[in-house]
């Protein structure tokens, strides 16, 4: 019925035409079993594009705070004493998704055989989608509802249970080993989707390696809790008809784009500033995903050059200066170009995680708490605004954004133009850091760690870098016109062999040395992922206390350890008229969660009452368990 409605709106959109639909509205109130049966491929379509992690709402509440936990970034405009008290958490990814599922599970059912084991394998690749999005639900809150909920049009309850997380993972896990039996058995049947499939564009192959590759991912929540289980299901997963997303073409990763005029959501999210040393890390190791994470700063030649002209040299940031080469021509400075690394390595610079040091004016080279240095004057007199740090690359989380090019104050403005967006959610880069991890722990794959963890790297970098093109990110194809030193940011070999050749990348030390190294790239690897970032450094202890690599800071130095930072966000006791309170409720102490008063999102509460699979994890800075 649905698809009838937008065809009649479509050609009665208005009065004057009203007389020309009569035909058209009269088919409305027809007889029920007389409206067709709803097509399960464009259900599947509508499944796939409900498919909405990193959402608006978690980009402006929750991942701000999950950044700043894991010292991979920074609030905006720098951390404060309240760094511990999030505002708000995330939402609840997976319910759209699901209710499409079981729909397209009901219609299936409904089929006669013939048609059964043509469309049948459809329901099957819902199956990952679901445990993707649950399992980051789950990530935060622990107990959540999933194997009862959006059952009620096929007799289901309006009151679905909270399934604990062991519960929640063995339901995953069925779910992903019934889908895989089921699309080994089926990979022939590639013609039923085709361009509805918007992900793998009906490849069944591609799908059942997602499906696989995923139980990697709920292994590694499982390795504090129950290491010999994690590393079976990772043991299986290797011995899999299905084999992983792997390919270094990356045409197995998941990449979704929604269209030409979806830009992932509307609103424009807060996003946090880079770290100063996840940012020098990167740098001293050649990383290029840096690029991706980090617009540029706004200082480029153009702009220092503003700054020697109007006398206002004194207040380029020493960080900055330190790399400019100039030369004295009638008593003038001009900019003749970069030293150190160059462009576009000399326009990546972070700041600072230490609470409250914006109100600190020895740090005013960060965030000029006098208000007189990051400014240029227009000829009106107004004040034109540069910010010689980065924050997140608002061009790699949403599309349709326009970039205004930094430039001298009055100069006439260029702008990119506006694009559609493109996300990467799963893909070969993160399968092969994975599976260097669980080598490290014992698991019974037949490359090396080394292996597979050079594998990773590469291929987080193309992988990265290949959406950075389709995401037409600034700077990217090309640099600013009207700057002759400015650089591009697109990564070539010659910048991955570079990398390679660090030590950082090479794992040729102890157990907790190798395996901070993988720790670290998969935090690298998750940047335009949050959760995941988040869930690898709460589980893994990285970045640890005392590292020769990347240690963890203390946000406040004069407290240390008693600056208490939570372990999940808080849940709020639901209201009287709720009709979901008392399963809630049942749920929350189960967990033994504190849900009402001022204790509810006490740091203290949330570092203490944990979610089950984080009982037994390090505490933040102590590095991994190896047992």
Known sequence: MKYKYLAIAALCGGLSIFSSCKDEFAGINENPSAISTPDVRYLFTQCEMSFQPVDYQQWFYGFSYLGAWSQTSVLPGGNTSKLNRASSGCGYQVNTVLKYANEIKYQISLMSDADKEKYGYIQYLCAPLCVFLSMEDSDMYGSRQYSEAMQIRYGGTLTPKFDTQPELFEYWLKELDEALVYLNAHKDQTDMLNSQDIIFKGNIDKWAKFTNSLKLKIATRLLNVDKERALKIVNEAAQNAAGFTSAEDLSEDFVMNKGKENANFNNDPTLNSANKTWVDFMKANRDPRLFSFFMKNDYNSLVIQAFFDQKREKFIPSYIMENVEYKEVDGKKVFTGWKGMGEPWVRYYGIPCQNDINKDSKYDEYFDTKDEAFFLESKNGSKVKYSPTCIRNKFSIKGKYQYTFPDAPDVAPVKTTDNTWYGLYFSAGEVNLLLAEFKLLGANLPLSAQEYFTAGVTLSVKGHDAVAAKNKLPYYESGYANDKFDGTINVTDEMISDMLSHDTYKLNGSQIENLEKVYIQQMIHYY??????????????????????????????????????????????????????????????????????????????LAKERIWYDKNAPEYGAGPNVY
Do not use: C, H
């Not at 130095?557 to 930072?565: S, T, Y």
């Open 528 to 605: 335009m992922l949050p959760m995941d970032q988040f869930v690898t450094s709460r589980r893994s202890g990285i970045p640890m206390k005392n590292s020769t690599l990347l240690p963890r800071e203390e946000f406040d130095p004069a407290v240390g350890d008693q600056f208490i930072i939570p372990r999940r966000f808080a849940v709020g006791k639901p209201d009287d008229t709720d009709k979901l309170r008392d399963v809630t409720i049942a749920a929350y102490e189960e967990q033994g969660y504190t849900y009402d008063g001022t204790m509810s999102d006490a740091p203290s509460t």
